[in-house]
């Protein structure tokens, strides 16, 4: 069992190789939040999560996951966590969020995939991108190896001083900040509503044909502005010169 959640389709496309190599199955947190969250697990089965890093720390959408999942028995996670830049520590974030909720995170592996973070970087051209998603996929039969092994091993990124430093700092950005007040669509909008079925929170409607923001909070995943089919989704002055990302193998 292996959940994921993704905005622009690098951790559905990591959760899927991954799945496809050890013979398992892949559910969308986004759906499953949805629902009851509770699981069957047989004992000693592995539980994967495939998570995008924000802020060098949690999505909010994954902290509000694990907070309700449960499960029937008392399975070993696995976390695979993908990030743009660096990870930051994240990964401890995780650990603490699962150890509050009272689960314990086992081993863990860091994959960089393409940039998605638009409202601040501009996301990698066509040959960057596959240059990248050619590194991720060794990385993933590394990752297909060890857990096919059963070896405990994890492959980490190191937390230097600085990056417990950045990521202290930044992170309370995230927990406080997500407003949604500088989202408009320009008039490239189609009024097609595809932004509105593409929130993984369903925050976005259209109010007089155009998409309009319903709550003052997202969780800043970037999927309406990345996936607009007529790149009409602007945030403030930011990204009118930013390309878009989703990952091409998805
Ligand atoms: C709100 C937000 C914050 C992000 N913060 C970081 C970060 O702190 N460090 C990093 O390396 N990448 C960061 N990224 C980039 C994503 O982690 C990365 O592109 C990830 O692969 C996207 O996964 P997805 O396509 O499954 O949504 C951020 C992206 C978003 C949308």
């Known amino acids: 069992m292996i959940f994921y959640f993704s905005a622009t389709g690098n951790s559905r496309y990591l959760a899927q190789r991954i799945a496809d190599g050890i013979g398992d199955d892949i559910n969308d947190i986004a759906e499953e939040i949805k629902g009851d969250c509770r699981y ?3 004992e000693g089965e ?34 695979v966590l993908n990030f743009g830049t660096f990870p930051g520590t994240a990964r401890d974030r995780f650990r603490t969020v699962m150890e509050e909720n009272g689960h314990t ?12 973070y ?9 040959e960057e991108t596959e240059s990248i998603l050619n590194d991720a996929d060794d990385e ?18 190191k937390n230097t001083l600085y990056r417990r430093m950045v990521s202290s700092f930044a992170y309370p950005f995230y ?13 490239k909008c189609m009024k097609c509503g595809k932004c509105v079925d593409l929130c993984p929170i369903g925050i976005i409607e259209m109010d007089g044909r155009m998409p309009s923001w319903k709550s003052s909070k997202c969780i800043r995943c970037c999927a309406c502005i990345n996936r607009c089919p007529h790149d009409a989704i602007q945030y403030g002055l930011s990204t009118r010169s930013r390309r878009r990302y989703k990952n091409p193998r998805v």
Do not use: W
């Not at 995170?105 to 940039?115: A, D, N, S």
């Open 40 to 42: 069957h697990v047989e």
């Open 46 to 79: 592995k539980v994967g999560i495939v998570s995008p890093v924000y802020f060098y720390g949690v999505p909010t959408i994954l902290s509000d996951f694990i907070g309700r999942m449960s499960f029937d028995g008392h399975p070993e996670f696995y976390l």
């Open 105 to 116: 995170l086992g081993q863990c592996f860091e994959v960089r995939m393409p940039e998605n």
């Open 118 to 126: 638009v409202l601040m970087f501009d996301p990698p051209g066509r």
């Open 140 to 157: 993933v039969e590394r990752i297909i190896d060890i857990l096919k092994s059963g070896k405990e091993e994890s492959i980490i990124t």
């Open 175 to 187: 927990r406080h900040g997500r407003g949604t007040r500088r989202f408009y669509a320009d008039n």
